[in-house]
């Protein structure tokens, strides 16, 4: 039998996965996906969005629209206006620490997927302790532990002790790993994890099913209520994304800020995020690009999300240039990383890679280059953004 017979129903919960049956976020969120039509928006909606303080989801496509195309500096205007009455000049920074790349999934356009011929590594207690130490001396007090997403390699406790340790170092730890139960989110709540991010690559499910071809990561409503087992589990914050070029970046973009809006409604005291990730270059496939989404979509893209939750964070990644990440800093991006590696075991001094990387990084820049560039444009660069009392 081939692969596609083979296949489990993406839309089906494997054993051990929690369901939220109370939960509607999800349907919600589709069905306002599925009937949005942006070639139906024009430039009086595009010019009625920014004439207001508090949108609606409907305001929100229409800056997404192609219509707000022409509008892209009006649209920047308003949205550094927002960020600076609500984040001041500061940016924050953050590194990511990667501890393991093993990975059980099948996503065709990630370089950790289980079929990719790379060097899988994943780090002892003792080596996470010394990448965190090595981190920390360059004054960052803001950690992202990642890993592949293999329960089997980075079970629960692994990524436990390590949050339990990075707070030795941090005063913040947030996580990028594989979704989890309510439960299990609560015991990392206790070792230390405050924040949780996860992509959900598309919000197309049937784009998805494509996509990811084998592993838990394929069943798509399960990740997709990630963030609400999270804020459920105890967590003080979540982090909202579409993997920008799967799929229309339009839809993809307009059902994570609505997938973000719904959760806020019914958990106002959550903090929330969004990340602006596009396509990279993978080991073994240097030819994955964002489709369709250039630097002036992503401005677009990110200009509709602060103008729509003026209140929410902004991270912008090493995925992007250094050029770009100065400017956009002007304008919507609330946080950046710094000294940054996707590959596991490299923030030693004159350490050695022991794993091979996620994707390609567009920004090579050290926290002291980044931090020169953050005073450069008149900005405060922040260590944390979150005071524990």
């Known amino acids: 039998m081939s692969l596609k017979e083979t296949r489990i129903n993406h839309m089906q919960y494997m054993e051990g996965m929690e369901i939220l049956h109370d939960s509607t976020i999800m349907h919600e969120v589709i069905d306002g996906m599925n009937r949005i039509d942006f070639s139906s928006y024009t430039e009086n ?8 303080q508090v949108l609606k989801p409907f305001d929100f496509g229409a800056l997404l629209s192609p219509a707000a195309g022409d509008f892209l500096e009006e649209m920047a205007l308003r949205a550094q206006e927002e960020t600076r009455r609500h984040f001041g000049n500061s940016i924050y920074l953050f590194t990511p620490l990667y501890i393991s790349n093993y990975c059980e999934n099948y996503c065709i356009y990630c370089g950790f997927n289980s079929h990719n011929k790379i060097k899988r590594a994943k780090l002892n207690m003792e080596e996470i302790e010394k990448e965190l130490a090595a981190i920390a001396k360059d004054g960052l007090e803001d950690i992202l532990i990642l890993t592949g997403e293999s ?18 170092y941090f005063k913040t730890v947030g996580i990028e790993v594989y979704p989890m139960n309510t439960d299990e989110y609560a015991h990392l709540h ?21 996509l990811h071809l084998a592993g838990h990561k394929r069943i798509f409503p399960y990740r997709f209520n990630a963030q609400e087992r999270a804020l459920r589990g105890g967590m003080r914050g979540v982090s909202f994304a579409a993997l920008l ?9 307009y059902a994570t800020g609505l997938h973000a809006y719904l959760l806020q409604r019914n958990y106002p005291h959550a903090e929330i995020s969004f990340s602006c990730p596009r396509l990279r270059p993978i080991i073994n ?4 690009n964002p489709k369709d989404v250039h630097e002036k979509e992503l401005v677009q893209i990110i200009c509709a999300y602060r103008l729509f939750m003026p209140y929410a964070g902004i991270t912008v990644s090493t995925r992007e240039s ?15 990383s710094a000294g940054v590696s996707t590959g596991i075991g490299e923030h030693q001094e ?8 996620q994707f390609e990084i567009a ?6 280059e980044v931090l020169a560039a953050i005073y450069d444009a008149g900005m405060q660069p922040v260590m944390n953004d979150h005071v524990f009392l």
């Not at 070029?245 to 839809?251: I, P, Q, T």
């Not at 250094?322 to 950046?336: E, L, S």
């Not at 004159?350 to 990387?357: A, F, I, V």
């Open 45 to 52: 909606d595009v010019k009625a969005a920014l004439s207001k």
């Open 151 to 168: 329960r089997k390699q980075s079970d629960v406790n692994y990524i436990g002790q390590a949050a339990k340790l990075a707070s030795k």
């Open 190 to 210: 206790q070792c230390g994890v405050d924040y949780v991010t996860v992509f959900q690559e598309t919000y197309n499910a049937d784009k998805y099913e494509t």
């Open 245 to 253: 070029g799967l799929d229309d970046f339009r839809k993809d973009a």
């Open 285 to 288: 496939n240097d030819t994955i």
């Open 322 to 336: 250094a050029h770009f990440r100065n400017h956009i800093i002007h304008i919507a991006a609330t946080k950046i």
């Open 350 to 357: 004159d350490s050695e890679k022991q794993g091979d990387e």
């Open 363 to 368: 920004d090579n820049r050290n926290v002291k």
